[in-house]
C-alpha cells in the first residue's frame, strides 16, 4: 500500500530555517517523481517543488533560492530543507507522488509551518 | 506561468442537482489537467487526469472534458459527500499552477 508520512512542521520565527521530511512505503522516491504543494490558512494550493527521479529539482518563484528539496534513498524519503522563512511562508505542506508524468495520485497527511515572531 | 483561471469561485447547490466547474488556461496545455477534491482539514483527493480520465475507485458521477484552454468538471448527480472544495492543476509546464478553487455548498 502507497503511503506518504509529512512531518518537521512547527512554529519558527522569521528568518529561521526548518526541514520537513516525507517518509514513503509501498513504492520507492527515486522510481517516480515528487513534489511539495503548500495551502495558506484559508487558501488555495500552491505547488512548491517538485524533483525527478534523475535529480532534476523545480521551484516555485516565491521559494527560488530559499527551499531546497532533496531525497535520501536509503530512507525512502523526501525532504524540503526551508530557509530564510517569511511570514508568507506559514501553510500546511503537503508532499505528493507523480507516477506516470501523471500528479499527484498520492498525498501526505500534510505538515503545518508557522512562521511568526 | 500559465494563469488557471477557474469559476465559479462558490456555488450552492442541492442533492440531485447537476454542477458544473469550469477552468481556462492561459495558453494550450493540452490535457495536461487534473481534477482536485479537498475536504476541510485533509488532503486533496485525485478525481480526474488527462483532462478526462476518472481516477480509479472515484465514482461515475464525475466526469472531465475538455482539451487546450478549457475544461469542465461535472458532477451528474450531486451526493452528500460531495460537498468541498474543487481545484484544477495544469502540469504542462513549470511552475505547476492550481485554479483558485470552487468551493461547493449545499444550499
Known amino acids: 500500500e502507497v503511503q506518504l508520512v509529512d512531518s518537521g512542521g512547527g512554529l519558527i520565527q522569521p528568518g529561521g530555517s526548518l526541514r520537513l521530511s516525507c517518509a514513503a512505503s509501498?513504492?520507492?522516491?527515486?522510481?517516480?517523481?515528487m513534489s511539495w504543494v503548500r495551502q495558506a490558512p484559508g487558501k488555495g494550493l500552491e505547488w512548491v517543488s517538485a524533483?525527478?527521479?534523475?535529480?532534476?529539482?523545480y521551484y516555485a518563484g516565491a521559494v527560488k533560492g530559499r527551499f531546497t528539496i532533496s531525497r535520501d534513498n536509503s530512507e525512502n524519503t523526501l525532504y524540503l530543507e526551508m530557509n530564510s522563512l517569511r511570514s508568507e511562508d506559514t501553510a500546511v505542506y503537503y508532499c505528493?507522488?507523480?507516477?506516470?508524468?501523471?500528479?499527484?495520485?498520492?498525498w501526505g497527511q500534510g505538515t503545518l509551518v508557522t512562521v511568526s515572531s | 506561468d500559465i494563469q488557471m483561471t477557474q469559476s465559479p469561485s462558490s456555488l450552492s447547490a442541492s442533492v440531485g442537482d447537476r454542477v458544473t466547474i469550469t477552468c481556462r488556461a492561459s495558453?494550450?496545455?493540452?490535457?495536461?489537467l487534473g481534477w482536485y477534491q479537498q475536504k476541510p482539514g485533509k488532503a486533496p483527493k485525485r478525481l480526474i487526469y488527462?483532462?478526462?480520465t476518472l481516477q480509479s475507485g472515484v465514482p461515475s458521477r464525475f466526469s472531465g472534458s475538455g482539451s487546450g484552454t478549457e475544461f469542465t468538471l461535472t458532477i451528474s448527480s450531486l451526493q452528500p459527500e460531495d460537498f468541498a472544495t474543487y481545484y484544477c492543476?495544469?502540469?504542462?509546464?513549470?511552475?505547476?499552477?492550481f485554479g483558485g478553487g470552487t468551493r461547493v455548498e449545499i444550499k
Open positions: 505528493a507522488r507523480v507516477a506516470g508524468h501523471l500528479p499527484f495520485d498520492y
Open positions: 488527462a483532462a478526462s
Open positions: 495558453q494550450d496545455i493540452r490535457d495536461n
Open positions: 524533483l525527478y527521479a534523475d535529480g532534476t529539482a
Open positions: 509501498g513504492f520507492t522516491v527515486t522510481s517516480n517523481y
Open positions: 492543476l495544469q502540469h504542462y509546464s513549470y511552475p505547476l499552477t
